[in-house]
């Protein structure tokens, strides 16, 4: 009986000391479309998030505590985001990686402010995210004011007399990047013959593909995400168009040529130059690969976003929010995708779009720096 005891005291104590150093880990998230339309990039996400903690714990975690991961989806929905949002600050959790969407993004950040969550969003490129004073937001990636700002110097010395269509989802990412394109072509002497919207999530683009062919549409930029983006290149092509399609960051994952299948061919997108071929990624893409994944899209600059907040944090000797974003503000990081600084507003100060595009056997290559 008495053997029976110890065994039992034993047990809960072993039981006590795992649960101790459990609740003594630093939980972190990651938040975006791990469901939806958008799930592939919520997958090139959950890739890079996963695979920076396990690599940041390795090398002894966080100020002497280890990194667990919390996954959320928003499905790039704002009320799943802001519910999320809530969520997360409600769990005491210092730092989210997120969101995909800007239209998630933005409306989560409120929700994080007020809940002391510091948030880095890998991929949203509104520039109303960090336009609102808000102490705790931050990205790894560039701006729609850029990125439009590229396309519309490609087009415009590319397609220089030439009929331009401009096409927007009426998304806060998809409008947003459309008009900060249209407002640069204008700006450089062009005017489009067409603009026009149309919801996310449609699946019939007969209508505007017939305007597209009726007004000889040489070049159509689309301001929305990878699907509606490839139903309107085949629906173009199936009406017997020529015309090119150029978009965003969107394009970045090899789901858009899943849907167009080789009619992708000539496909135009704007990107960061592809942190994959960066010296200082070399080591991570092979761990990726050797897992079988391809780091593409914004698998690293999630990866990223994990890094330089696991260093500030480190500076910092705490995770603390307000103090680690004061850190990540006042200092340089060193990162997968290269080094990072941040002006007051939580901007990158490295800024670099390039132009890319699509081959016939569903992969893109760089064809154009910026500007050019």
């Given at each position: 009986m ?16 795992s ?13 975006g ?25 390795a090398?002894g ?24 949002a ?19 993004s933005i ?5 994080y ?9 890998p ?15 931050a ?9 439009g ?20 989802d009426?998304t ?48 159509v930029?689309?301001?929305g995400?990878?699907?509606?983006s490839g ?5 173009m ?8 399609l150029?978009?965003g960051?969107?394009?970045a ?5 899943s ?9 135009l997108?704007?990107?960061g ?7 200082t ?14 780091p593409?899209?914004y698998?690293l600059y999630t990866y ?19 103090k680690?974003m ?21 901007d ?12 016939s ?6 064809i ?5």
């Amino acid at each position: 009986m008495k053997s029976l005891k110890l065994i039992g005291l034993a047990f809960g104590a072993s039981i006590a000391l795992s649960s101790a150093a459990f609740a003594q880990d630093v939980t972190v998230a990651v938040a975006g479309p791990m469901t939806g339309g958008e799930s592939a990039f919520g997958r090139q996400m959950k890739n890079g998030a996963e695979m920076a903690v396990t690599d940041i714990n390795a090398a002894g975690g966080v100020n002497g505590k280890k990194l667990a991961l919390s996954i959320e989806d928003d499905a790039c929905d704002p009320k799943q985001a802001r519910s999320i949002a809530e969520k997360i600050a409600g769990a005491k959790i210092p730092f989210v990686a997120g969101h995909y969407c800007s239209s998630s993004s933005i409306p989560a950040s409120e929700a994080y402010a007020d809940g002391n969550v510091l948030q880095i969003t890998p991929a949203s490129t509104n520039p109303l995210f960090t336009e609102r004073k808000l102490w705790n937001v931050a990205r790894v990636c560039g701006r729609d004011d850029q990125q439009g700002l590229i396309a519309a110097q490609y087009i415009a010395k590319n397609f220089k007399g030439k009929n331009i269509a401009i096409l927007n989802d009426k998304t806060t990412y998809g409008k947003g990047l459309a008009d900060e394109t249209k407002k640069a072509l204008n700006k450089a002497g062009i005017t489009e013959k067409m603009y026009e919207s149309y919801n996310k999530g449609d699946k019939d683009f007969n209508a505007i593909v017939s305007r597209l062919k009726r007004d000889n549409i040489d070049l159509v930029y689309v301001g929305g995400y990878h699907q509606e983006s490839g139903l309107i290149l085949r629906q173009m092509r199936d009406q017997g168009l020529k015309t090119v399609l150029m978009a965003g960051d969107a394009l970045a994952d090899k789901e858009y040529a899943s849907i167009t299948g080789p009619a992708g061919e000539g496909t135009l997108f704007t990107f960061g130059p592809d942190p994959r071929n960066k010296p200082t990624a070399k080591k991570i893409v092979e761990a990726f690969k050797a897992k079988g994944i391809d780091p593409e899209g914004y698998t690293l600059y999630t990866y990223a976003a994990m890094q330089v907040w696991s260093q500030a944090a480190k500076k910092a000797g705490t995770t603390d929010a307000k103090k680690v974003m004061a850190a990540m503000k006042a200092g340089k990081w060193d990162t997968v995708i290269g080094p990072i600084e941040y002006d007051a507003k939580g901007d990158i100060k490295q800024i670099d779009y390039v132009v890319y595009k699509w081959d016939s056997k569903g992969g893109y290559a760089e064809i154009a720096g910026g500007g050019t």
